[in-house]
């Protein structure tokens, strides 16, 4: 998996109007948290660069610069302001390399499902798999091949598997389906009557 640098500073627990000084210098307050890490880490990062994690649909593990240290950590969630929608407050979980790691990794499907070729329309329902695995198992796309996926049928997560990878997602979590159409209805009619003649 691709690891991204993000350079934080140091802050204070903090008031309010600390809080407000902040943002109004563009940066956006963050704590860094996790088994491995004592104490919580308060730190802020230039919200333009918070912006190439929180705004894209990648994953990736996060170089934490704060205070002449350096951490390991994945994007954990983030508080979002519900008028303008910019991150308020990010949190981050630390990672280590002996250890497995809980991160969301988008799915690509790959191939021309047979149900497309028959007229379905191809419907994605989720865009990343929660899975665990050793850092450097970690891939930046989790594959799935849609070739045999006929009409009216789906794809569960618990049908997937990857070498070192454990999928947390619930096993019943539809990836994707072929949906019927009326035109892969009419040509499934047509076929038939053609049939019976």
Known sequence: MK?????????????????????????????????????????????????????????????????????????????????????????????????????NIPVILKGNSEGVKQGGKLMQSTRKLKVSAMMDKLPDTLTVDISNLKLGKTIVAGELSYEGIQILTPKSTIICAVKMTRAAIGAAAAAAAAAGK
């Not at 104490?39 to 333009?48: G, P, R």
């Not at 704060?66 to 990672?95: C, M, R, W």
């Open 3 to 103: 690891t991204i640098k993000l350079n934080g500073i140091a802050r204070e627990i903090s008031n309010k109007q600390a809080i407000k000084t902040l943002r109004r210098e563009e940066r956006v307050p963050c704590v860094l948290y996790g088994e491995n890490i004592k104490e919580n880490v308060l730190f802020s990062v230039d919200k333009k660069e918070l912006g190439q994690i929180i705004y894209t649909p990648n994953s990736y593990i996060i170089q934490l610069e704060v205070g002449g240290k350096s951490y390991n950590a994945t994007f954990h969630t983030a508080q979002y302001h519900p008028v303008t929608d910019e991150p308020l407050h990010v949190d981050f979980l630390s990672i280590s390399e002996g250890k497995p790691v809980v991160i």
